[in-house]
C-alpha cells in the first residue's frame, strides 16, 4: 500500500485516540477534582464548608499523567520486546498504570484530609472513596491506553526517532497539561462557585468558599463529571484531538508538496513551517470571533 | 507554620539520619547491582527506595516553609538535577577512562562521581534560588543539595538495578538509550513529591508522611519490576507495599477526626 495513505491512516487513528483521551482526562480529574479546583477544595474546610468533594492531590496534572503513561509505555514496551501482542502488551500496560493511578489516588485523599480533618472538623467520607475510585481510575485507562496508542503509532509508523517510554512520558505530559489548561476553563471555578454570578471570577476573598449542595442532595466530584461530560470533557478532547491532527497534517502536507518540488528535506520542512503560520493565523481569527460573539451575548462586559 | 505547609511538627527521626541511612543503602544497592546482577532488581531495587524516601523527608522539611503548590516543581526539580548528575558523570568517567586510557577499575567510581556532582549542582541551584530568585527559605541551600543528591540516587539507583550494572556498555543501552531513564525520572519523582503533597496540612504528622514515603518507594520499586519482567521482585515488592500501605491507611482512619460511610455532613457551629 501507498505509504502516504498508511501515515495518513496512523494520523487519522492518533488523532481520533487523542480526542478520546483528552475527553477521558478532563473528566477523569473532574471526578477527582485535581487540578485548579483541588486547591479549592483543600481550603474549603477552613472556610467552615465541610464537604464531600474527592481531593486528588496527586501533583500537577501534566506530572500524574506523565507517570501513568509513562510507566504504561514503558511496561508495553517491554512487554513487546518479548513478542507479546502489540494489543494485549498496550492493555496489560495501561492497566498497570491505572493500578498505580489508583493507589496515588487513594493516599491523596487521605492524606489531604486527615491533614486538616483534627483543626477544621473535615470527616473522611469512606463511601466517597469508594464510589469515587471506579471513576477515576476507569477514565484514567481510558486516557492511558488511547495516548498509549499515540504514541505507539507515533514510534512504529510516524516516524518519532525517540524510544517508546520516552514518547509516551512525553505523551502522558502533553495530555495532562491540554487537560489542565482547557479542562479547568470549562470546570474549575464555576462548577465549584455556583452561588456567585458567572463571568466575574473568583475573588481571592472567596477562595475556598465553595458549593456543598447540589440539586440533589450533597455535592461530589461525580455531580462535577455529570455537568462537565456534556461540554468540558468533549471540548478539551477536541482540542487536543486538534492539536495532534493539525500538527501531523502540517507535516504530512509538507512532505507531498515538498516531493512534488524535488524533495528535498529544507523545502519540506520550509512548507510544513508555512502552513504551521497559516494554521496559527486561523485560528487567531477563529478565536477573536468566538471572544466578541461571546462578549456580546453573554458577557456584563462594559468598553473601557 | 504556614498555610500551605503547616509542617515543622514533632520529627520522628531527624533529617540527617534518615539522609544518612538513605545515601549508603542506595549505593549498597548499586555496587550489589553491579557485582551481582541476577538480583539487581530484587536487591538493588529496594535499596534505591530508601533513596526515594530520603528525599521525600526532605521534600517534607524545606516544603513545609509554606510552598503549597510548590511541593510538585520541588520534585520535579530535584530528579531534573538528579538526570543531569547521572548522565555527566556516567558519560564524565567513560570519557575520562576512553582519552587517558586509565585503568577500567575507574569506572567503579561511577556513583561516587554522580554524588559529588549532584551536591555540586545542588548548591549551585541553592544558591541561585538564594540570591538573584530571592527566595528567603532559611534551609534553601541545604535541602537543594540534599535533594540533588537524593534525585540522583534514585535515578541512578533505579537504572542500574534496571540495567544490571552502571558500568558505561551496561547502562548507556540498559537505561539511557532505550528511554528508561525517562520512567525513572518521573517515577522517582513522583515518590519523592507525593508523600508530602499528599499529606500536607496544620494536623500533618511526620509517623504517616513517612510511611507514605515508604510505600511510595516500594511502589516505584513495583514498577521497575515489573517494567523488567521481573516476577520474583514484582511479588516481593507488590507484597511489602501492601504492608506499609495498609499501615497507612489504616493510620490515616485512626488520626482523622472522623470516618463516616454514608452522605452524612455534620452539624457544625457557623
Not at chain 1, 247 to 266: C, E, H, P, T
Not at chain 2, 224 to 234: H, I
Request: net charge neutral.
Amino acid at each position: 500500500m501507498d505509504s502516504t495513505l498508511i501515515i495518513l491512516g496512523a494520523l487519522a487513528l492518533s488523532s481520533a485516540a487523542a480526542t478520546v483521551a483528552g475527553c477521558a482526562e478532563d473528566l477523569e480529574s473532574d471526578v477527582g477534582s485535581q487540578s485548579n479546583p483541588n486547591s479549592q477544595v483543600q481550603l474549603a474546610p477552613q472556610m467552615g464548608n465541610i464537604h464531600r468533594y474527592f481531593n486528588k492531590a496527586i501533583s500537577g496534572e501534566p506530572v500524574s499523567y506523565g507517570l501513568y503513561v509513562a510507566v504504561a509505555g514503558t511496561i508495553a514496551w517491554a512487554l513487546m520486546n518479548i513478542g507479546m501482542s502489540t494489543i494485549f502488551a498496550l492493555v496489560i500496560g495501561a492497566g498497570v498504570a491505572a493500578f498505580i493511578h489508583g493507589v496515588y489516588a487513594v493516599s491523596a485523599y487521605l492524606g489531604r484530609i486527615v491533614g486538616q480533618s483534627q483543626n477544621f472538623g473535615q470527616p473522611v467520607y469512606l463511601d466517597v472513596v469508594i464510589t469515587h475510585l471506579g471513576p477515576i481510575v476507569g477514565h484514567g485507562f481510558i486516557a492511558v491506553f488511547c495516548m498509549l496508542l499515540a504514541a505507539y503509532l507515533a514510534t512504529s509508523i510516524l516516524g518519532n526517532p525517540f524510544p517508546l517510554p520516552l514518547v509516551a512520558l512525553i505523551f502522558g505530559i502533553t495530555v495532562g497539561a491540554i487537560g489542565s489548561s482547557t479542562g479547568d476553563v470549562h470546570y474549575g471555578a464555576e462548577r465549584e462557585y455556583q452561588k456567585y454570578p458567572f463571568g466575574g471570577g473568583v475573588p481571592v476573598a472567596n477562595h475556598g468558599d465553595i458549593d456543598i449542595k447540589a440539586e440533589i442532595g450533597i455535592r461530589n466530584g461525580m455531580d462535577s463529571s455529570y455537568f462537565c461530560s456534556k461540554l468540558g470533557g468533549p471540548l478539551t478532547g477536541l482540542t487536543f484531538g486538534l492539536i495532534v491532527f493539525l500538527d501531523g497534517w502540517r507535516g504530512i502536507v509538507g512532505g507531498i508538496l515538498g516531493n512534488a518540488l524535488g524533495g528535498s528535506l529544507i523545502s519540506k520542512s520550509i512548507i510544513a513551517i508555512i502552513v504551521g503560520i497559516i494554521l496559527v493565523a486561523v485560528m487567531v481569527c477563529l478565536n477573536r470571533l468566538v471572544e466578541v460573539y461571546a462578549r456580546k451575548k453573554y458577557g456584563p462586559y462594559t468598553d473601557r | 507554620m504556614s498555610h500551605g505547609g503547616g509542617g515543622h511538627a514533632a520529627e520522628l527521626y531527624p533529617e540527617n539520619q534518615i539522609l544518612a541511612i538513605g545515601t549508603i543503602l542506595a549505593i549498597m544497592g548499586m555496587y550489589i547491582s553491579q557485582f551481582f546482577p541476577q538480583v539487581s532488581m530484587l536487591l538493588g531495587g529496594l535499596l534505591a527506595s530508601a533513596a526515594i524516601v530520603a528525599g521525600a523527608n526532605t521534600t517534607r522539611k524545606v516544603a513545609a516553609y509554606g510552598l503549597g503548590t510548590g511541593v510538585p516543581s520541588i520534585g520535579m526539580l530535584s530528579l531534573g538535577m538528579g538526570i543531569i548528575s547521572s548522565v555527566a558523570g556516567i558519560y564524565l568517567v567513560n570519557t575520562v577512562v576512553k582519552i587517558l586510557g586509565a585503568g577500567s577499575e575507574l569506572l567503579y567510581i561511577i556513583p561516587i562521581v554522580v554524588i559529588v556532582i549532584s551536591v555540586v549542582l545542588g548548591y549551585i541551584v541553592g544558591r541561585l534560588t538564594v540570591k538573584p530568585i530571592g527566595m528567603k527559605i532559611p534551609v534553601m541551600v541545604e535541602s537543594m543539595t540534599k535533594l540533588s543528591l537524593m534525585g540522583a540516587l534514585s535515578i541512578i539507583g533505579f537504572c542500574t538495578a534496571y540495567a544490571g550494572g552502571f558500568l558505561p556498555n551496561i547502562i548507556i543501552p540498559g537505561s539511557i538509550e532505550n528511554g528508561v531513564m525517562a520512567l525513572a525520572f518521573i517515577a522517582a519523582g513522583m515518590g519523592i513529591l507525593h508523600p508530602f503533597n499528599a499529606c500536607l496540612g496544620p494536623n500533618e504528622s511526620h509517623k504517616r508522611t513517612l510511611t507514605l514515603a515508604v510505600a511510595c518507594g516500594f511502589l516505584t520499586w513495583f514498577i521497575f519490576s515489573v517494567a523488567r519482567l521481573d516476577v520474583v521482585s514484582s511479588i516481593a515488592s507488590i507484597v511489602l507495599w501492601a504492608v506499609v500501605y495498609k499501615e497507612f491507611i489504616k493510620q490515616s482512619l485512626k488520626d482523622a477526626c472522623c470516618v463516616y460511610y454514608t452522605p452524612e455532613i455534620p452539624k457544625r457551629e457557623m
